[in-house]
């Protein structure tokens, strides 16, 4: 039986990178932490900025992850360095409350930091993301950026912008990055199911169904 872990978004603590083992086409990442492994055991899913990894081996201040060869291409763990700070959640437990949005801890794709605003006490980061992800952007819909599960507050055609309160600039590594950064884009998986039904719907005869998933249905409902 295969079980999917899930995270919401909301950061636990910033770990620091003390080590890392590199391997033919995998490395091994040893990070300190302290909350996360409170009650840490082997097999635990922890999402490092927002990339589920299983934790191999721990210590009283520090657990032992492999990221295995694809997870480093389609991330931002490949530029990783010793010292490096990281975002750190474990897995929702049934009793936990979701406090972010639903976010599966895989990436879509890497994003980059173009723009950083001090607003008032709102820290605001555009972020220009591929194209083939804008589609799933919204305004006022959800964004994981490193694990950490924002707002979006304004779409453009190849960038997105979201905006930080002081508590998440804080508690995040979001708070210290520059123009330039890279970051881990994880999209809202509800907007992926919606779309995999209306592709399903436009290729049903409409003769046979009493009503398909369209845009009319769903605006219907109050999803649009």
Request: some cysteine; proline content about 1%; overall charge neutral.
């Amino acid at each position: 039986m295969v079980v999917l872990a899930i995270f919401t978004g909301i950061v636990e603590e910033i770990g620091t990178v003390t080590k890392i083992t590199k391997k033919t086409l995998s490395v091994n990442l040893t990070i300190r932490a302290s909350k996360i492994l409170e009650d840490v055991k082997i097999g635990d899913s922890i999402a490092v900025n927002g990339v589920c990894l299983t934790v191999v081996e721990y210590q009283k201040n520090e657990f032992t992850a492999d990221v295995m060869y694809e997870t480093l291409k389609k991330t931002n763990l490949y530029h990783l360095n010793i010292g490096s700070k990281v975002n750190l959640e474990r897995a929702l437990r049934a009793s936990d409350r979701l406090g972010g949005h639903i976010v599966t801890g895989h990436i879509d794709g890497i994003g980059v930091i173009n723009k950083i605003e001090k607003q008032d006490i709102a820290l605001l980061i555009t972020i220009e993301a591929p194209s083939d992800l804008m589609r799933y952007m919204v305004n006022k819909g959800s964004i994981a950026v490193d694990g950490t599960s924002l707002t979006i507050v304004n779409v453009m055609s190849n960038q997105f912008c979201v905006s930080l309160i002081p508590h998440t600039a804080g508690n995040t590594i979001l708070g210290n990055k520059k123009l330039g950064d890279s970051v881990n884009l994880e999209v809202d998986i509800l907007a992926k199911y919606i779309e995999r039904l209306l592709k399903l719907s436009s290729n049903t005869d409409a003769d046979k169904i009493k009503e398909g998933i369209n845009y009319d249905m769903l605006k219907r409902h109050g999803f649009l």
